[in-house]
């Protein structure tokens, strides 16, 4: 693969060539590709932080009143039901074109994933571990913070990491309203028959992810030792 | 608020819906596009995961390739796809513009929850209840076809179903890479400026898309009562009429709560 081209050759990712993989296109368009990552980065960071937000106090109403719980659940499973190309525009009339839309749209995605796991993982923390808070003089918000929801870490980690991982790819539909991060690449690579650039943001699209994923799997360890070496 | 109003106008306007390239038109071409990519992913995922699961091998393939699944933007495959020479943006049939590249997409993506769920319902019918079958000397065919089958129907039905949930959200996403499908409806409306339009078809996509998901869960539930014999006998959640089909609980906090129970968002 030749870095330097000369003026008559066409590069690699020229419209007459057009390859797949071109290394020139990853030195000539760098600035692009780490524009569009950032961009990317940014939203699933902001979608997911506020599904975080959302997703707590609505697992909390769902645990202290039963009945509420089907109806929590049963609007995420049908805000999931949506198609992400469908959702955007129904957002569009309260939010705009803006990045919003798009951040919205998908901490609500995540909503469904992450309150399910919550509800679940409260759930899980067995009743004598309460009791014996409780005995111990815990008031409710101490019994929660300290002892429920560091429980109910691992699953609430998981459903984190499902979330990340389904918003980085959704990101990408974002392109719709142009806020779409390296979604934005794949729309115009496509609408330009430009293979290196579509090759390119898919290829880091699920980068992002793995790293992502990885990166959360760390701090899930980190956050919970006492749960090594009991299970994988 | 004027651009809800208009979009009512938009969807109460017959012309919009009839004829070539209307509504109608587009909703029955991406429903033909959905249940053809499911019934080939069906047909191509449900043996082999069901067969592994029998053998109580692959697994951790079978269990996390809805993991990897998830990873991949289907935007990005159906953007690579399209651009492929051997697939193309050429005509398929019935099935429109781009109707190979979105076919093969849909079908990839409706593979994951088909896979996981299949093998997990086989893999999770009890030791106990293998083992008498064992005992009434049923030979491995019988008691995959009068055991493990009807068993593992409940989760094999809620993976078919996460499936064509999934398989209508991309389809609709086909549309950004002049895909066919009701998606153009909202991709021509965002583009040229005509946003009831673009709403309207939204409007559209997510009607159909809740409908969907109400008549496969009721189909499911009518499966998992059909059987009332086998009710009961597994360790299973049979809550996966409420939820967006529960996979079996697969352990208490160990993290896998819901991994693989919830279908990938296109």
Known sequence: ?232 | MKLVIDTMAWLGDGANWGGSGGLWHLMLQQLLLTFTALGIAVVVGLPVALWLGHLGRGGFLAINVAGVGRAVPTFAVLALLVMWEPVGTDHLGPYGRAGLATLIALAAFALPPIITNAYVGVDEVPRDVRDAADGMGMSGWQKFTRVELPLALPLIAAGVRLALVQVWATATIAALVAGPGLGNVITAGFYNGDYPKGLGGAVVVAVVALILEVSAAMVQRSLQNARPDTRGDAPRDTEGGNHAGTTAGRGGVDGDVTDGSIGLRG
């Open chain 1, 1 to 232: 693969m030749t870095l330097s081209t000369g003026a008559d050759e066409p590069s690699c990712y020229s419209l007459y060539v057009n390859e797949w993989f071109c290394g020139d296109y990853y030195v000539d368009r760098k600035q692009e590709l780490i524009d569009a990552t950032i961009d990317h980065l940014t939203i699933t960071a902001l979608a997911v932080l506020l599904g975080l937000a959302m997703a707590l106090p609505l697992a909390l109403l769902a645990r202290r009143f039963p009945r509420m719980e089907a109806t929590v659940l049963g609007v995420c499973t049908g805000i999931y039901t949506l198609p992400s190309l469908a959702l955007f525009p129904l957002l569009v009339p309260f939010t705009g074109l803006t990045r919003t839309t798009v951040v919205l749209g998908l901490a609500l995605y995540s909503l469904t994933i992450l309150v399910r796991n919550m509800v679940e993982g409260l759930r899980a923390v067995p009743d004598d571990v309460i009791e014996a808070a409780t005995g111990l003089g815990y008031s409710r918000s101490k019994l929660l913070w300290r002892v429920e929801l560091p429980l109910a870490l691992p699953p609430i980690m998981a459903g984190l990491r499902i979330a990340t991982v389904s918003t980085v790819a959704l990101t990408t539909v974002g392109a719709l309203v142009s806020y779409g991060g390296l979604g934005n690449l794949l729309f115009t690579g496509v609408d330009g028959d430009f293979r290196a650039q579509v090759m390119a943001a898919s290829l880091i699209c699920v980068a992002i992810a793995l790293v992502l994923d990885l990166l959360l799997l760390v701090v899930q360890r980190l956050a919970t030792p006492w749960s090594r070496g009991v299970r994988g």
